[in-house]
Every structure is written in C-alpha cells, then in structure tokens.
C-alpha cells in the first residue's frame, strides 16, 4: 500500500493550487483521508480530512479558501487551495487510515509530501 501526493508547486500570493493523493495497493478500505501540513522549523499541522462518507473536518486557518474532496472510487482526496497566502508555505502530507487486505485493524499510511511555497 501507498500513497501518491502530487500538485504541489510555487505560486504567488492569492493564487490557487490544487493536491491529489491517490492510495493504490492491496486495500480492502479507506475510512477517513486527510491533509496535513509542516513548515520549517513547526510541528506538523492538520490542514483538512474527509470521512468516506463525505464528513469534513477543516482547520480555522485555511476556512473559506481550501476544499477538500474524495473520490472513494479512486481511493483518491483532493485539496482545493484557494486564495494562498505566504504562511501556506509547507510541505503538505495526505493522510489515509485504511485496512489493508487480509488484515482486521485499520492503519495509517502516510504520502510522501508535496512542498507548496506561496510567494509574497
């Protein structure tokens, strides 16, 4: 099992970006998918999660300009970023709690970051 971020990239201030993370292997399901945040030097934040049942948890700071989506289909979550700001500037994570095959317990698996640097 893996998770494939991609999307991230250098844009300017007020501009838009999008992420995707598509979990791929031998899974049974996907409970909740998220996103989460670090930037240098700061503990590793949450930015937004989904629940496969479409249930959204989003952080205060990114309310009104970022979406989250997923495609349960596709084992795929999406971030819609929306009038970015400098403080943005992060490496992004996704997140997927899921139970592989043949296992009982959900586990956490992590994608390998994507950096999205906001320009002031």
């Known amino acids: 099992v893996q998770l494939q971020a991609s999307g991230g990239g250098l844009v300017e201030a007020g501009g838009s970006l999008t992420l995707s993370c598509a979990a791929s292997?031998?899974?049974?399901?996907?409970?909740?998918m998220g996103w989460y945040r670090q930037a240098p030097g700061k503990q590793r934040d949450l930015v937004a999660t989904?629940?496969?049942?479409?249930?959204?948890n989003i952080a205060e700071s990114v309310k009104g300009r970022f979406t989250i989506a997923r495609d349960n289909a596709k084992n795929t979550v999406y971030l819609e970023m929306n009038s970015l700001k400098s403080e943005d500037t992060a490496v992004y994570y996704c997140?997927?709690?899921?139970?592989?095959?043949?296992?009982?317990?959900?586990?956490?698996?992590w994608g390998q970051g994507t950096q999205v640097t906001v320009s002031s």
């Open positions: 989904i629940t496969h049942g479409g249930r959204v």
């Open positions: 997140n997927a709690n899921l139970r592989p095959e043949r296992y009982i317990q959900y586990q956490d698996y």
């Open positions: 292997g031998s899974i049974a399901r996907v409970d909740v």
